[in-house]
């Protein structure tokens, strides 16, 4: 049971390139997370999914868009890398929203724009 | 408008003794909160969480305390020990109104538990 995974780890970026990072999780959870960690910020919400085929805009979703084909799976793409978009990408996923049950995190990506 | 504070950017302590890590709240709907632990290059991990139908839970060396008159509450970790040293985020949620549950997180206390 691998829990929440990422991929990549790290990743270095020009300005203008894209990418596209992957959360995969094995335990059947509902909802999948995508946050940005900068320094002195805390953990922010860029998009959420609350199931298979949904998704749905965080606190900061501009440059961002993500898609959830299979209910294991949740992606994030960079269109169109910026400066400001470096920083350390967290997933999460959680079982559900009818009992108060935790997240879930995965261990992040690093990622850099030069 | 940060509507989860955790005004102490670091916390030093000493092994042995009482780490208190606090957080304060804004918003009334907020109904379920909870604690996450994070080591440098890893990600945040869960480790208490109370309902504000309580006041009070406790995991073995952890307790948190809510007070909802205050919109405040705390972390408190007896004894402490090194391994405690970590970035601890406290994290909001309201079930209500069309948030899905999503958390809201504040910005984190970075606790050095000194041998």
């Known amino acids: 049971n691998a829990g929440v995974t990422q991929t990549p780890k790290f990743r270095v970026l020009k300005t203008g390139q894209s990418m596209t990072l992957l959360c995969a999780q094995d335990?059947?959870?509902?909802?999948m997370y995508w946050y940005r960690q900068d320094p002195g910020m805390g953990l922010r919400l860029i998009h959420y999914s609350v199931g298979e085929g949904t998704t749905a805009k965080g606190e900061v979703p501009d440059g961002y868009n993500v898609s959830r084909l299979k209910k294991q799976n949740f992606l994030l793409g960079l269109e169109s890398a910026a400066p400001s978009q470096t920083s350390v990408y967290f997933c999460?996923?959680?079982?559900?929203?009818?009992?108060?049950?935790?997240?879930?995190f995965g261990p992040g990506t690093r990622l850099t724009v030069l | 408008d940060q509507q989860v504070k955790q005004n102490s950017p670091s916390l030093s302590v000493q092994e042995g003794r009482i780490s208190i890590l606090n957080c304060d709240y804004t918003?009334?709907?907020?109904?379920?909160f909870l604690w996450y632990k994070k080591y440098p290059a890893e990600g945040p991990t869960f480790l208490i969480s109370i309902s504000s139908i309580k006041d009070k839970n406790e995991d073995g060396r952890f307790t948190v305390f809510l007070n909802k008159s205050a919109k405040h509450l705390s972390l408190h970790i007896v004894p402490s020990q090194p391994g405690d040293s970590a970035v601890y985020f406290c994290?909001?949620?309201?079930?209500?109104?069309?948030?899905?549950?999503?958390?809201?997180f504040g910005k984190g206390t970075k606790l050095s538990v000194k041998p």
């Open positions: 335990m059947n959870h509902e909802y």
């Open positions: 994290a909001a949620s309201a079930r209500m109104g069309g948030s899905q549950g999503n958390l809201i």
């Open positions: 918003n009334s709907m907020f109904d379920y």
């Open positions: 999460a996923s959680r079982k559900g929203l009818i009992s108060y049950n935790e997240q879930f």
